[in-house]
């Protein structure tokens, strides 16, 4: 029934100039204006408030807290945006995660009893745009209305070309990855994406420093530079985005980009644990490891690839609004749309026999016994083509060193051959292999695939 009510909003919008209404006023007022609209009672500017520190918008710093406050008080007074962004904080500590609050919270913002969500939507207001955007992809309630990328990617356009910062973001993750075209991307489609981010950027939102760094690590739409990738990791974190600190402890903590500076390192990871970014504990323990400062802990084998969000991811996935794969560390993503990548990394098993035969999907032959230290070798020199700190082989030589380690039983190696086909790198494009290797790794206990996984089957709707 909801479904079939959306789609009578006039599709017209998609192509008209946007009508002066309050979401536009909201946008272009200046913070003091905006919070003392809210301060007065103003349920809307309450709302609007609360998205703002959620996004870290209008050149605030992001605050969980200081969003629920604000979206509290507009929840209060029945307000649909207040109850959106409760539900967006419920996905995360300290409210969440918990996805039967989020379920609560977005149904009560999509099914006002006045309808006030659609009105506003459908006379052209960017957030109420926005928002639906986001309803039309959250996972948590896909049992009532079923999730439909094409047509958020159409809203986050509408609500973008307004000039409302996250939309813009999202719009632009959608274009970069193709999610919303069956993972066909052109470079003119590229472009627009990061035309987007870099307007984002100069917005000052975080998120959209956080990915356009993104596009700066892996090369997406841009080319490869480590130190920009800095750069616009930094501007993030030092907004509060978690996903971002935690991006930044790792390029200090492996020297990406130099020295390793191990007090940096701490610095940014322990930012992270403090605002309760997913994944940062665990960051904070390796670390600990990694620099000596735990002696009675065996050593895990460590990685040169950053992680995160979710999101997330958000993952958030990172993944993280639509839930959509990430690969960092689900954040959420999710501040942002959870994307599929590949710069996260797993807790490294103690050495152990790997018997033979055993047999994986793929798989030319029967494999002798082979140490997993062996294998871990093998995959983390393929790790380093992959992200570039190795010029003595290319990318399918990394492809065929993830297979051989994969066919092994290799979990985090059958992850990266399903991003690969995924992304296209080092091999053809190919969705039901990217599948089939995330099946594969999630199968072998590795939690970022299986992550992935989920959102990728709903994205193409499987």
């Keep these: 029934m909801f479904r079939n009510i959306i789609y009578l909003l006039p599709l017209l919008f998609l192509n008209q100039v946007i009508c002066a209404n309050e979401g536009v006023r909201l946008i272009s007022a200046d913070l003091p ?14 709302g609007f408030l609360a998205l703002c520190h959620f996004h870290g918008d209008k050149g605030l710093f992001v605050s969980n807290l200081e969003a629920r406050f604000y979206a509290e008080n507009s929840a209060s007074r029945g307000h649909w945006l207040g109850n959106f962004v409760l ?26 009893p006045d309808g006030k969500l659609i009105k506003q939507a459908a006379i052209g207001d960017p957030i109420a745009i926005y928002v639906l955007a986001e309803i039309f992809v959250a996972e948590e309630i896909q049992t009532i209305l079923r999730p439909d990328m094409k047509m958020a990617a159409d809203y986050y356009q ?18 970069l990855y193709g999610l ?9 489609v590229q472009k627009e994406g990061i035309a987007l981010l870099q307007k984002g950027t100069d917005q000052k939102l975080p998120a959209a420093h956080h990915y356009l760094g993104r596009c700066f690590l892996e090369g997406l739409g841009l080319k490869a530079d480590k130190e920009l990738a800095l750069v616009h990791f930094l501007a993030a974190a030092e907004k509060g985005y978690g996903a971002a600190q935690l991006m930044v402890a790792d ?15 701490f610095k940014y990871v322990e930012r992270a644990v403090e605002i309760h970014e997913e994944g940062a504990e665990k ?42 794969p990430d690969e960092t560390i689900p954040p959420p ?13 797993d807790e490294r098993a103690q050495p152990q026999v790997v018997k033979s035969p055993q047999k994986m999907i793929g798989a030319k032959q029967q494999v002798t016994e082979v140490t997993q230290s062996s294998i871990t070798q093998i995959r983390e020199n393929a790790k380093k083509i992959y992200w570039g700190q190795s010029s003595n082989a290319s990318m399918s030589d990394a492809f065929q060193s993830f297979e051989k380690c994969a066919n092994m039983g290799d979990g985090e190696s059958a992850r990266y051959l399903g991003i690969m086909y995924l992304r296209g790198k080092g091999v053809k494009k190919n969705a039901n292999e990217a599948i089939k290797w995330l099946e594969i790794a999630a199968g072998k206990g590795d939690e970022l695939a299986a992550k992935n996984l989920v959102s990728l089957r709903k994205i193409m709707k499987l």
Excluded: M, W
């Design 333 to 345: 993503p999710s501040k942002t749309i959870r994307l599929p990548s590949a710069y996260a990394k």
């Design 158 to 175: 509408i609500s973008a070309a307004s000039g409302y910062a996250p939309a813009g973001v999202q719009s632009a993750l959608i274009k």
């Design 251 to 265: 390029f200090y903590a492996y020297g990406l980009t130099g020295e390793p500076k191990e007090d940096l390192a």
């Design 283 to 324: 960051k904070l323990d390796e670390y600990k490891r990694h620099f000596g400062h735990i002696k009675d802990l065996p050593d895990p084998s460590s990685s040169t690839d950053p992680s995160k969000g979710q999101p997330q991811a958000k993952s958030t996935p990172d993944p993280n609004i639509a839930r959509l």
């Design 33 to 46: 204006a905006i919070t003392e609209a809210a301060d007065s009672g103003d349920a809307y500017a309450q």
């Design 180 to 188: 919303a075209d069956s993972f066909s991307d052109t470079l003119a």
């Design 87 to 112: 539900g967006c904080l419920s996905r995360y500590k300290p409210l969440g995660p918990d996805p039967t609050q989020v379920a609560k919270y977005l149904l009560k913002s999509f099914r006002d």
